[in-house]
Structures are given as structure tokens and as C-alpha cells.
């Protein structure tokens, strides 16, 4: 038993040690304990960590190990796993009745995610992407209720990526007659332009519905926020990922991009890549405007983590190594801000019981713990300095400029303009402003569940002001597959024409707050005024009447991009689905006609006369 | 030993049970057992033999091929003779109206099934197709309600028009080659039959077999039939009956029909069942009737893959065969305590914990989520379809890739369902005959090599046109 072979026992263990105790009052600290012991021997794993195990079946063979890039998503995913389970554990698990359920599934996803992300052919990778499907599906659907509805969603989309996934795999058994790793790389310069076209599409479209790429975006949002508190934070963190993973095993490991740019999309300008590149910042737009318009906390963020999907995948298809470092390290990065926004607004929630952006602000008097976690995490979130979003976000910048891709860049700047227009109208509506009467008794909430958020906030700054430590994990990730990975130092990068340096973009940023800030307790006499206070453009409020200004945020804005909003894939989906009822309720109108028998002989005089004709 | 023994020893079973049932009902209710573990135990011997020496032809009669009447027993009849009985012997009837009725029809659609698994002419292919048929719409009616005779009457009708149309067919082939044995038919086809005709007959024998093999347009008798049927009924004509009917086409699509336009003509069937099934199972509220139509497309998958007709496409159609024998009955059995309507199904797994994970089990299987074998079924399909290139094969795989995700659309949501709420009525449901089928397929997960391994071997044994003549001489080895 190799060391990979531990883990994934151990994973194993976990997720049976749920089902048998996820219902004790200490089964969280349990779960906690086992993630953190994964952890453990997730650091210690030789890279490339090979499984003793596999399978001989219908002439392949199937067997596990885990490379650079699937070790450094495999971090994310039990670190994340860890940090909500340790959420769940203390007194928010009084809110929730269904805990064993909830400790079974997450268990369950971890195993399943590590299972893929440890396939080491392709069979076993359609194998784990099906495993992480459905327990997906299980996560998904836990919470009942609405969650019953968008899970369904979830799995008839994904369901129909794994078919295309399925469909490609056979097709490369077929034209190459294995499914080792080694044997597709190699007889990819032999495939006709013909078959590869096809095996990128079927693996884009499949691997690509996972991360809700436009045009399959539907589903993501309403499924990821239904799921229960710190289960949504673990969701967001990794498992769309699962998608980046896959597509960059098959299109940058084993096709390559070289193959990829010599792949013209007909009648364009276009090649694969450029074409992927597209659908990416496309990606990165269209959710991020889409996520402008909820009123609800955990659809907007979930809205943006598929948005933040399209800049992953923008990055690695920039076609640089800074582009594919920038796209990779944004995984790491998204996953840290996200969980920990998400940790904010289950807090929220678990203090208010609501999410509704209509009906929270001010509670930044109440929990100031929690508002610092959401304002680092949106400052990450929106890419600014000093916080490790706006390392990714300007590596991925950097070589979309230094790739000659200026619409790219355009693109790239409008989401994250949404981006930062909706994360505020996250922080105030739910922060800011004033406290509304019924939350007047709100407290902080317990140290249990302050630990995780904070954990993810200090990472997100940490990592923000040296990214060189995340960056220790993707080089060897961009090594992996075959791609060169950045000069890059603690502090940041070089690159040929222009260096960041995070330590001190960070040290002049803290300087500046503290010169900021010695004028502001120096200068000139301020006035300390109540939260209560109104303030109303020049009209006369009086601090008894209540002015939180949170329901139809950004009106004008609103209303210039209301054309925009003309949710033609959603009718598209519902069109789809029609066709199917159509269909459906044809077929099983024939099935209630009687005189079969007629038909059949009135056939046969007619093949009888074609006979004799003929 | 002679494979005319597979056929003999049930029917006459099936002669000797009521009168032994009169005598002494405790006897007859152990006899009938016993007759079909005897009956796999035939086979098993069969199967040593037939895997040592290969296919064993054998002329009942002693006259030669033109004349005799000939058997054939190869790993791939055997292999179904052996599923059948042993499905009949999961399935055996107990309890209910009238089980030594019952039991009596069992046997009889036993042998006359394993008659037909073997034959090796058309004259007595389509005997055997009769008597199946006859011993089907028995166990129908066997409890005597008045849905059950309404069904009946109609699958009777069809089975019918069907039998005259195969036997047209028949008559077509016959008087153009004026011969009826397959082996010699597939030598002889090439130069006496034209291409029109070749292919009218075909049509002809699918209009007859496609009855009871559920192929469209003549499938709709299906899911009345298995909606009034005992549930026990319905899952050895699904699970059974349907497969060894697939099975003959298959038999005549690679001795008579291979290298013609056949095989096409299936495929085009094969891809509307497939789609008319499916489709038609996502809109049935009743679950039998879902059951029955899903039954309809899972035929239609093994129709696709038996139309490549090479040995990986048989080696699908076998897995695909073999993993729904084994899923449906157990669905069709399981269900049989639950509430008729989908709708009255929420919640039920507060009462009926076992029977739901099963259904779960069981659903994800028919889906095709790996590890479970009808994953690996589905990858044998499509690595046959797709193997084969083409455009036709190549569309088919697609609507075999589409039609899953329909078939995730109703199985799932049922599913999801049962864990849903608590229920108005707290309904107790057992798996009861389910078990050894579900522990089957449990086995066939860890499995899954061999079982492969061996399911490519009976593919590769199945004599082709050019093989299709091997001892014609009446000088066999153990031979009556």
C-alpha cells in the first residue's frame, strides 16, 4: 500500500466513520480531525504518488496516481473541506437537523474528487468525473425543499457533460486503441483535424458544463446557494474546479496547446484556443452582470464563482506560462475568498436568519469579525491589492497584453468592473448602512465558526502580500502538464517587461493607510456621529425614521443594461425541455393506439407489392 | 448428452406436474424446482462441452441438415438457456392464484425457451416462438382479473398478426432456397435470394419476432401487459422472454441476413425503440407501466448493439442483456408492494429503507453510473458503435448518450423522491425476490473482468456465415 493508497483510505474512513457517528454532537470535530489527518498526508505525498491498486477490464487498464496538478487541487479541496466541516462543528450544527447526511456527503465528495483527481488514464478519469458527478448530486440536494429542484438541474447537466466526456473517451479508444495518458499524447500529431475538433468540443462541452460555462451558466448559482451554510463555502471552493482540473489534463497535457492553435475554427480568425479564450471572458462577463442583479447574498456569490470560472480558464488559454500560472493560482486564490465570503454570509445568516439583501445592513456594529472577513474577502474578490486575487487577476492581465489580445483584456476589465460594482452592493447592503430594529440584540458569532472565516481571511492577505507560496505549488503544477512555469520569487514575479512585487506594493499600501490614517486622528477635529444618523442628499431625515437605502441598488445603472438582460438561454432551456415533454407525450399517445394489427398487415401488402415491383 | 434435453426435460416437467399436483401437492410443489436445477445443470454440462469441443450440432432424427431437424448448442444459447432458468427459478411461483398453474406454464415457457435459444432451423425456430408465446400469454392471465384478459387479448392479436407475418417470411426464404436450416441457408442466401426480397423477409421475421422482443411499432402491448401482469410475470418476460426472441434475430442476422441491408433495418428499429421507450417512460405516471416502457429501451439498446453484429457488438448486446435480466425483474418484483402512482411515492423510504436504497442501487445501474456493470454494458455499446464508424452507427451512439440523460430525468427524480418529505401512508415494502438478482449484480461490480472476459468469448463463438456449417454429419459425440 502506497502512500496515495493511505489517503485515499483514509478518506475512505472518513466518510464511513460519518455515516456511523455523523450524528453525535462531536461528529464535526471528528470530521475535522480526519480532514486535518488528510492533510497531513496529502503534504507528505511523493509527487508523482502512484496507487498500488488497479483494475484490468475489457482490455484496459485502470489505475491511480496522482500528479503536481492534481496534488495542488487536492489541497484546496481537503483544506476547504476541512475548514467548513470545523464551521459546521460547534454551535452552528444547532441549526441544521440533517448532520450525519451533511458529514456523509462532504465526506463522500472528498473521496470522489480525490479518486479524480488521482486517475492516472482516461478511463479512470471518466470513472472519478462520474463519481464526483453524482456526489455532487448528493451534496447538492441534501437540504430538500428548493434544493431538490436546482439539484435536478445540476445533474441533468452534468449527466449530459459526462455523456459528452464518455463519448470522447470511446472515440480516443477507438482511433488510438488504448486509454493510457502516454498513448493519446502520442498519437495526437497523427489524428485527423476532423476527430481532434471533435474530441475538443465533446471534452469542453463536458468538462465546461461542470463549470457552468456560458452557455451551460443555468444551473450553477441556484444549486450552489441551496446547499446548507459552510457546505456552500466548500461547494464554491473546489468543486466546479474539478472541471479546470479535467480540461487541463486533456486539452494541455495530452493535446497540447501547440495542437490546439493549429486547430482554425472555419470562416474566422479563430483557433481552439482563442476560441476556448472567448468563451472564457465571455464566462467571465455575462454571470458577473447576471450576479449585479440578485438580491440574494449567496446567489450573488455564487453568480461570481462561475464568473471567476471564466477567468481561470482565460488564463490558461492566454497561450504564456504567465497566463497559465495567473489561471491555475486564481483556483487557489477564488477558493480562498470565496469559502471565506461565504463563511461571512452564513454567519450572517446564522445570527439573522436571512441572506435576503433587502433585509440585512449595518451589522458591521454587531460583527465586526464577520465584516472584516467579507471586506477582505470582496477586495479579493473585486482583484485589488494587497489580497492574492489581485495577483491572479494581474498575471492573467499581464499575459493577455503580452499576448496581443487587447479585446481579451477589454473583456477581462468590464467583469471585473461588475465585479466590484456587485461585491459593494454586497458589503453595504448587508454591513453598512444602518442596523435595521430587529437585529438591534445580533451578537458575533461564536469562536467555532470566527476561526474558519478569519483562517481564510489571514490566507487571503498572506498570500496576497507573498504570492511566491502559492506559487511553489503550481510551478510544479504548470511542470505537470507540460507547460513552463514563470520566474517568480516570494514577493511576486518578473517578467520581460514589468516586475511585481507584492511585499512591497503591500508595505506602501500600509504605509499610505498609516499616513491616512495619522492625518485623520491628527488633523483637523472630526465628529463621531451615531450609525443611526441620516444622511439623505439635502433632504431633512430625522434619525427616528429608519433610511437604508438597499432595494433596487443602482437604478440608473439598472435601467441602461436592462436589453442586455434578455435571458435567451434560459428560453433556450426551456425550449429544450419542451421539445422533450413534446416528444415524450407523442410517443405515449402511439402507445395507446389500438389497430396495430391492421397497420402491420397493410405493411406487408405494401412490401409485397415493392417486392414484385423491384 | 443431447441438447434436446434442455427442451424435453422441462416441457415434459410441465406435462407431469399437474397430475403429480393431484397426487400429492407437496411433491409437485418441489418437483418444479427441481426440474430447473436440473435444467442448469444440463446446461453447465452443455457449456463444458460446448466451450471444449465448440458449437455441438445435432439433428433430432438422424436424417441429415436439409431434412432433420437441427439443434445447436453454442456458448450463446446456452448462455441464455442457463439465464432463463435460472431467472425462472428465482421467480419460481409460490404463492398466488392458482401456483400450480403457474408453475406448469413456467416450465413449459422454460423448455420451449431453451428449445429456441438452440435451434439451429427456421421451421422449428418458429415452433418454439409458438409455444413461448402461448406459454406467455398463460402466465398472463394467470390470475384471472379482467385487465389481465383485456392485455392479453391484445398481446394475443398482435402475436398473431406478428406469427403470420414471420411465417410469410419463412415461406419467402423457403421457396426461393427451399431450405430452412440456418447454416445451410447462410451459404446458400448469397446467390438465390435478390436483395429486395432478402430484405422483405427480414422484415417479415422481425414483424414476427419483434413482438415479443419489443421492438417498435410493435411493442404496444408492452406496458399493458406488464401493468396487469403479476409483477413476477412481467420480470421474466422483460427479464427472459424478450431477449431470447432478440436473441433469434440475432441469430438469423449473422447466419442468413449478414452482409445485407439487415442489419441496417435493425439498427433503424432499434434506434426508435430506443427513443420511443425512453421517451414514452419519462411521461408515465405509473410506475409499472415506467417500468415496462423503460423495459422497452433497454430492448432497444441490446437491438442496437446486436445490429453491429460483430463480436464486440454482441458482446454489448449480451452485457446489456444480461445486466437487465438481472435489474428489471428485480425492479418489477420490488415494486410490486409499493403504491401504483408516482406521485404517492414520496417519502416512502421511512418505511421501506431496503426497498428504496435497492431502487436507487438499481436505477443508478440502469443510468450507467460506474462502477456498477450497466456502466460497462453501456461502454461495450458504444465502443461497438462507434468502432464501427459510419454515420448511421455513429448517430446511433449519440442517441444512446442523449437518451441516458432522459433516462437520468425520470429514474432520478423517482428516486430523489422516495427520500423526500414523510409520507401520507407509511407503506412496507420488501425486496423480497429481488435479493438474489441485486447480490448479483453486486458480485458482477467486483466481477466485471471475467465477466467480461468470458461474455468475449461467447461473442467470439457465435459462428458466423462462413462457420456457420460445421459438422454437418450426423456422427456427434454422445449423440441419442
Known sequence: MTLLDGLLLLSLITAVAMAWLGARAWAGWLGAGLYAGQLALLAGLPMPASSAVSFAVLGHTLHWQMGALGWFFALILVAAALLATWYAAGAWRRTYPRRRLLHVTVALNVLAMLILLASGDLLSLFVGWELATWSGYLILTQAGGPAERASLRYLVYTLAGGMAVFAGVVLVDVQVGSLQLADLRAAVPELSAGSLWLLVLLFTAGFGIKMAFVPFHLWQAEAYAETPGPVTAFVSAISARMGLFAMAVVLIQLIGPQHLTALQVPFTFLDAQGLLAWIAAITAIVPTFIALTQSDARMLLAWHGIGQGGYMLLGLMAGSALGAAGGLMHVFNHATYQAGLFLAVAAVIYRTGTSDLDRLGGLISRMPLSFITMLIGIIGLAGLPPTNGFVSKWMIYKALLNGEQPLLFIAAVIATLGTILSVYKLIHNTFLGQLRVEHHAVQEVPWSMRLPMLITALVVMVTGVTPGLVLDAVAPALEAIGLAAPAYHLGGLTTGNGNLDMVWVGGALTFGLAVGLAVFLLGSPSQRTHQWDNYAGGHFLSADIRFHYSHDFYPGLMRALAPAYRGSVRWLEAGLVTLVELAASAFQGLYRAAPLPAYLVVGVVLLLWWIQAS | ?480
Open chain 2, 1 to 480: 448428452m443431447s441438447p434436446a434435453l434442455l427442451l424435453a426435460v422441462p416441457v415434459l416437467g410441465a406435462f407431469v406436474l399437474p397430475s403429480l399436483h393431484r397426487a400429492s401437492p407437496f411433491a409437485s410443489r418441489v418437483a418444479g424446482p427441481l426440474i430447473l436445477v436440473v435444467q442448469v445443470a444440463l446446461v453447465a454440462a452443455l457449456w463444458q462441452q460446448a466451450v471444449v469441443h465448440g458449437p455441438l450440432v445435432i439433428e433430432l432424427g438422424g436424417l441429415p441438415a436439409p431434412m432433420g431437424i437441427a439443434w445447436q448448442a453454442d456458448q450463446l444459447g446456452l448462455l441464455w438457456c442457463g439465464a432463463l432458468a435460472l431467472l425462472a427459478l428465482v421467480l419460481w411461483p409460490r404463492e398466488g392464484h392458482d401456483p400450480n398453474r403457474a408453475a406448469t406454464l413456467t416450465l413449459l415457457l422454460v423448455g420451449a425457451g431453451s428449445g429456441l435459444a438452440l435451434s439451429a432451423d427456421l421451421f422449428n425456430l418458429f415452433v418454439l416462438y409458438e409455444l413461448t408465446a402461448l406459454a406467455s400469454f398463460g402466465l398472463v392471465v394467470s390470475q384471472g382479473t379482467g385487465a389481465q384478459a383485456a392485455a392479453t387479448l391484445r398481446f394475443l392479436l398482435l402475436g398473431a398478426t406478428g406469427s403470420a407475418l414471420a411465417l410469410l417470411g419463412i415461406a419467402l426464404i423457403y421457396a426461393a432456397t427451399g431450405t430452412l436450416n440456418l447454416a445451410q441457408l447462410a451459404q446458400v442466401t448469397p446467390g438465390a435470394m435478390s436483395d429486395p426480397l432478402v430484405l422483405t423477409a427480414f422484415a417479415l421475421l422481425l414483424a414476427g419476432l419483434g413482438v415479443k422482443a419489443e421492438l417498435f411499432p410493435l411493442n404496444t402491448w408492452v406496458p399493458e401487459v406488464y401493468g396487469a401482469a403479476s409483477p413476477r410475470v412481467a420480470g421474466l418476460l422483460a427479464g427472459a422472454v424478450s431477449k431470447l426472441a432478440l436473441l433469434v434475430v440475432l441469430r438469423l442476422l449473422t447466419t442468413i441476413f449478414a452482409d445485407t441491408g439487415a442489419a441496417m433495418v435493425l439498427l433503424g428499429v432499434a434506434a426508435v425503440t430506443v427513443l420511443a421507450g425512453e421517451l414514452a417512460a419519462y411521461r408515465a405516471q405509473d410506475l409499472r407501466r415506467m417500468l415496462a416502457y423503460s423495459s422497452i429501451g433497454q430492448l432497444g439498446l441490446m437491438a442496437l448493439a446486436f445490429s453491429v453484429s460483430n463480436p464486440t457488438g454482441i458482446a454489448a448486446g449480451l452485457a446489456l442483456g444480461l445486466h437487465h435480466l438481472l435489474v428489471k425483474p428485480a425492479l418489477f418484483v420490488m415494486i410490486a408492494d409499493w403504491p401504483r402512482r408516482r406521485p404517492q411515492t414520496r417519502g416512502l423510504a421511512a418505511g421501506a429503507p431496503w426497498s428504496a436504497a435497492a431502487f436507487v442501487l438499481l436505477a443508478l445501474s440502469l443510468v450507467g453510473v460506474p462502477p456498477l456493470p450497466g456502466f460497462w454494458a453501456k461502454l461495450v455499446l458504444l465502443q461497438a458503435l462507434l468502432g464501427t464508424g459510419g454515420g448511421p452507427y455513429a448517430a446511433a451512439a449519440a442517441l444512446v448518450l442523449v437518451i441516458t440523460v432522459v433516462e437520468a430525468g425520470y429514474l432520478i427524480p423517482l428516486a430523489r423522491q422516495l427520500y423526500s418529505g414523510e409520507p401520507a401512508v407509511r407503506v412496507r415494502a420488501r425486496i423480497g425476490r429481488g435479493v438474489p438478482l441485486i447480490l448479483a449484480l453486486l458480485l458482477a461490480v467486483v466481477l466485471i473482468g471475467p465477466v467480461a472476459q468470458r461474455l468475449d468469448q461467447v461473442a467470439s463463438s457465435v459462428p458466423g456465415p462462413a462457420t456457420a456449417l460445421p459438422r454437418l454429419s450426423a456422427s456427434e459425440p454422445g449423440q441419442p
